[in-house]
């Protein structure tokens, strides 16, 4: 191989692995509308069956799913998700008589529905996502109090949050910071967001030893800033991209080509 040859290849190599870590590639800014937030975080319950628990019911009074033990059944209702035998249940309201003896008085009277989700159902029939999915005041719950700009944001709407950015997730991932306003809560109000970590075993003292991003509250309402992104447009009102680097992925920076061809060759 000649000196020119070599050359070239040793350029090919650099690029496409510039684009395969995305060290060559600048992060792109941020616009949007400053906030601030404070937030806390919330789970998949995963609840044990029990002869002598407390049932799963519906609003009209039906049981829906087996009976669970008490501290299961009373931490799925705080959280609004629980698993039982691979069926995940989520809230549907409060009505009739309390149920269970429960640290947290309104749970208590909480009552079901089944999800046809992994890890549940948000506040518009939409899946939960662990560590992408914020409970936000969407100005829907009694209580509700205007936290953007005099405002509310809208359903789906997503929040950068800088102290998440570059986070490392239980399974190895790095966070982007991005979350996405898809639920709502009954205590979430004002500037207060609930953020979904998915099924995490153990009590709150273990969930908590178990949260990755340090912005969490714990009883502080510790605020921090965020960013409020605008709304992207539906697909079909996005013009399209005559930029290369765009037709190819934000993660291929330049060398747009070699990403393309390279996603060909591992797909």
Request: glycine share 14%; hydrophobic share 35%.
């Amino acid at each position: 191989m000649g000196i020119l040859s070599r050359l070239l290849a040793a350029a090919m190599l650099i690029m496409v692995s510039g684009c395969a870590s995305g060290t060559e590639t600048p992060r792109r800014a941020i616009e949007g509308t400053p906030v601030t937030v404070w937030a806390t975080i919330y789970r998949l319950v995963d609840g044990r069956p029990s002869s002598g628990g407390v049932p799963i019911r519906a609003m009209n009074g039906s049981e829906i799913g087996p009976a669970v033990a008490r501290r299961d059944w009373c931490d799925g209702a705080l959280a609004g998700s629980m698993r039982v035998s691979g069926q995940v249940y989520n809230f549907a309201g409060v009505t009739g008589g309390a149920q269970a003896n429960c640290p947290h008085g309104p749970s208590e009277r909480v009552r079901w529905q089944r999800s046809s989700f992994p890890y549940g159902t948000g506040s518009r029939s939409n899946p939960l996502r662990p560590f992408r999915t914020i409970a936000c005041d969407l100005g829907w719950v009694d209580g509700s109090r205007p936290w953007v700009a005099g405002g509310y944001p809208e359903f789906g709407q997503e929040l950068y949050i800088p102290a998440a950015d570059g986070v490392v997730l239980p399974d190895g991932s790095v966070h982007d910071g991005i979350f996405t306003c898809e639920d709502t809560g009954g205590a979430v109000t004002g500037n207060h967001i609930d953020v979904f970590l998915g099924p995490v075993q153990g009590n709150m003292a273990q969930v908590i030893a178990q949260n990755p991003f340090d912005f969490i509250s714990h009883g502080q309402n510790r605020s921090f800033e965020a960013i409020l992104l605008p709304m992207h447009p539906a697909p079909s009102e996005q013009a399209p991209s005559d930029d290369p680097v765009d037709a190819a992925g934000p993660d291929c920076g330049r060398a747009a080509l070699l990403c393309r061809l390279r996603g060909q060759f591992q797909g």
